[in-house]
């Protein structure tokens, strides 16, 4: 591998771990933004690159942030950004799911957050945010029963069922949590096969239809983002993805590039572009997985690392 890559993206990095982006709305203002996704992503990409001191301090560095990503609303769930640091007007924006299961993926992958603290955050934070019968007829006709919505909804909306909460269900967010509910051995858990289902049935309904295909993934802007989430699901062991992903592998592949963003705002023309991710991504590109095989392309097939830092038990 070139060390210049590593270097590039150590350049990008604030002492705090965290890495930047930039908010572009559809008039074409820029507004610089550090969030807890955007770190999330770049480590996910290098998963597979073996370890090294310049990869090993970026992702310390990187885990450091997104431990101190924990929300409050609900506790020890995950938003895109920390509580008490983000923009002025996104104050009242909640945790989510999709945020919460990237994270503790990665917290959980390189030894910062232990099994047992993983699944009570699972428990408590991300199962009880699935789609009942009652909710089908006003959703998409792709999406399962027991599914997964996006946000969490606050601590007002659920003590009080009867109160509406806007929420979305997202292919992408229902990719992410089957990869964490896999990478815990918890297959059999609530909503597993409700959002392979939610998937399968998206892409079927979908077929080549761009608007369609864009529309199964609300938050994230490009095809390219719903086959690498299937294709990491599918490495940590959700095997019933594999023909979807082979369908998402030639969809994607006609698919705007990462010059379309890393994730934009629900259904919207505003988008967050992160060059640290683009880096990231060229990297992973280099030590990609053969899902199968039990070997990467260049280098052996690692075990997952453990930090020297205690897990959070």
Sequence with gaps: ????????????????????????????????????????????????????????????????????????????????????????????????VDDTAIILCELLRHGRIGRAATLR???DAILPCRVKAAML?????????GSFFTWIPPASSRAEPA??????????????????????????????DAAIQ?????????????????????FYPSLIYLAEAVDHAVECGVTKLLEALAQLRLLAAGAPDG??????????????????ADVARAISSQHVLRVGSGRTEKDGFREPERSAHSPIL
């Design 1 to 96: 591998m070139n060390g210049s890559e590593f270097s590039a993206l150590g350049s990008l990095q604030r002492a705090d771990g965290a890495f930047p982006s930039v908010i572009v709305s559809p008039d074409g203002q820029a507004v610089s933004d550090f969030n807890c996704f955007t770190a999330a992503i770049v480590l996910r990409r290098l998963r597979n690159a073996p370890p090294s001191p310049e990869r090993d301090k970026i992702v310390g560095r990187g885990l450091d942030w997104l431990t101190a990503c924990r929300s409050a609303r609900p506790p020890n769930a995950f938003s895109f950004w920390p509580d008490d640091d983000r923009p002025a007007w996104a104050t009242g924006v909640p945790a989510d």
């Design 121 to 123: 955050i699972v428990c």
């Design 137 to 145: 007829p006003v959703l998409p006709p792709w999406v399962a029963e």
């Design 163 to 192: 109160k509406p909460f806007a929420n979305i269900v997202d292919c992408c967010v229902n990719a992410n949590v089957a990869a964490l509910l896999a990478l815990l051995g918890t297959n059999s858990f609530p909503g597993h």
């Design 198 to 218: 939610t998937i399968v049935g998206g892409l079927q309904w979908a077929g080549q239809d761009p608007a369609r295909l864009s529309s199964l993934t609300p």
């Design 259 to 276: 010059a379309a963003g890393i994730c934009r705002s629900a259904y919207s023309r505003t988008v967050w572009h992160a060059p640290a």
